[in-house]
């Protein structure tokens, strides 16, 4: 499965895969996936605010501390989870089902009802305890020695596969167990979207062995009811990625997912077999998880460090969001304005993906810095050094949402400078294998710092400042982020 993912692929594959993409990220879905990240950051808030609440009451005036990179795992991974598979993930603290509910039709609430209603409940269950363990013991750090040494020496991966698989340790064959569960209950899930189509009057034989499913268009658009929890038969939501995936290979015709990517007009590609989608619907999640996770707790430090900037995202939040138990909507998206700068400046910071790569195309050469590269070498780009460079970045380890701010009176004097201007900020990377995912996650910061900060303020405890980072595939708090929720109101 992981060979077949967009991540890995390259030449035309990763051309074919990029496309199938693209309508999971067109303006229509991206409206569709905002109930859910609402719903999900609400479920978080009020949890957090309960807890906080039902603290100071045990203890007068002492509060609840949580690990809020932790909170914000949970909250992500049911985002994607759920947005992914269409199905809820019930990866937010099981505490919190019951609070939820209550005060706001959360769109999490919504599914959890849809999914019990349908029995499909499992489906969620077994999928985030698959991917819990794939991404415990998949991880160089918690997992098996031979992913240690293969990460130190890439050259010799296969070779430590096959050697993983003949004398597997005890993580190795947890990881491979969790693996084989999760395709399974993905293909599970395929077969029933398939038999759902099939039954609906559609053709949906074939794509397994790489046939196209020609004329087996699905009539719904799909977007939004992976977020209102409305479904189809199978228990796949419409508008769900695996939903437009599998409509995307059925030659353009179900939902959206059978528009064509930019610039892809007129290009033709074969369409995937069931193994390319399940892999696609798997790296949605790795890929969007703990990145935005990550992203979400290092701008919940840049504010808790910054008071000035605490204020001023407040005032924009109440301003947008003055109803009681109002939830940032579409067309609020553009007026959270400085909320959107907060997180481009803690990205900038602290950029989750720290680092990416290229390889000089075979045959050619690269000069950088008057050094020539040979062709077929891989190039490391430092986005957290580059983004920190004081030659390009004025006051560059200033917290300075205002950056990114084109209204702000600072905006000009804070520009990057020099040759490297244009590509400075680039927490998602540049150039055609940018992050493909990048509204969605910009999206989904942004709701739920508003949707947070509307009900809360977060104490930094002690020993927090500086922050500790631990930077592997991606950066990380060292430890998570230890704060202590404020609720704004008394309830
Ligand atoms: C704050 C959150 C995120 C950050 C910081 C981030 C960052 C990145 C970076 C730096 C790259 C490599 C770009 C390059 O080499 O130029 C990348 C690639 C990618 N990201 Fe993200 N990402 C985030 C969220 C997401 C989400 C939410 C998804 C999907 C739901 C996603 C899916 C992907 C995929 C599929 C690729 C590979 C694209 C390709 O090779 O064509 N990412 N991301």
Redesign the pocket.
């Known amino acids: 499965m992981l060979s077949s993912?967009?991540?890995r692929?390259s030449g035309s594959t990763?051309r074919q895969?990029?496309a199938a993409?693209q309508p999971?990220f067109a303006p229509a879905s991206l409206a569709g996936y905002l109930p859910l990240m609402t719903g999900c950051a609400d479920q978080l808030a009020r949890r957090l605010e309960a807890k906080a609440t039902a603290a100071a009451g045990a203890t007068a005036g002492g509060g609840s501390s949580v690990d809020m990179w932790r909170e914000l795992g949970g909250m992500t991974l049911q985002v994607?989870g759920s947005?992914?598979y269409g199905v809820d993930f019930h990866s937010i603290n099981e505490e919190d089902q019951a609070g939820s509910g209550s005060g706001s039709a959360t769109a999490t609430a919504g599914a959890t009802a849809a999914a019990k209603g349908r029995g499909d409940d499992g489906y969620g269950k077994q999928l985030a305890a698959a991917c819990g363990q794939i991404f415990r013991y998949g991880s160089p750090v918690h997992g098996s020695p031979y992913l240690r040494v293969a990460m130190l020496f890439p050259e010799l991966r296969s070779l430590l596969l096959t050697l993983a698989h003949t004398l597997p340790d005890e993580k190795f064959t947890i990881l491979t167990k969790a693996r084989t569960r999760l395709c399974n209950t993905v293909f599970q899930l395929i077969d029933s979207w398939k038999q759902q189509h099939s039954a609906e009057g559609a053709t949906a034989a074939g794509a397994s062995s790489g046939k196209p499913d020609a004329g087996a268009g699905q009539s719904n658009n799909g977007v939004g009811a992976a977020a209102t929890g409305g479904r189809g038969l199978s228990g796949v939501a419409p508008g769900s990625?695996l939903d437009l995936m599998l409509g995307h290979r059925q030659g353009g015709g179900s939902g959206s997912g059978g528009k064509k990517a930019e610039g892809e007009e007129g290009v033709e590609h074969a369409p995937l077999t069931d193994e390319q989608v399940a892999g696609q619907v798997q790296?949605?999640?790795l890929?969007?998880?703990e990145?935005?996770a990550?992203?979400l707790a290092f701008a919940v430090y840049c504010i808790a460090t910054h008071p000035e900037v605490e204020s001023r995202l407040l005032r924009e939040v109440d301003d947008v969001l003055p109803g009681s138990d109002q939830l940032p909507g579409e067309s609020d998206l553009p007026r959270l304005a400085y909320t959107e700068a907060v997180v481009n400046e803690a990205?900038r910071l602290f950029?989750?993906?720290h680092l990416?790569?290229?390889v000089v195309p075979p045959g050619e050469t690269l000069t950088v810095g008057g050094y020539t590269i040979p062709g077929g070498t891989a190039v490391y780009?430092p986005?957290y050094l580059a983004h920190r460079d004081p030659a390009v970045w004025p006051r560059a380890e200033e917290f300075l949402p205002e950056r990114f701010l084109p209204s702000s009176p600072q905006y000009e004097s804070l520009q990057p400078r020099g040759a490297a201007q244009q590509h400075a900020h680039?927490?998602?990377?540049?150039?055609?294998?940018?992050?493909?995912?990048?509204k969605?996650?910009?999206q989904?910061?942004k709701v739920a710092l508003a949707t947070l900060y509307r009900r809360l303020t977060f104490t930094l405890e002690p020993g927090q400042q500086p922050l500790k980072l631990v930077a592997s595939v991606?950066m990380s708090p060292r430890g998570g982020l230890h704060v202590t929720p404020v609720p704004r109101r008394k309830l």
Not at 426 to 438: D, E, L, Q
């Open positions: 993912m967009l991540l692929a990763w895969l990029r993409w999971a994607v947005t992914a990625f790296l949605f999640i890929a969007g998880y990145t935005t990550n992203a990205l950029p989750p993906a990416t790569s290229r780009l986005m680039a927490p998602f990377g540049y150039g055609s294998r940018m992050c493909i995912g990048y969605f996650a910009m989904e910061a991606t």
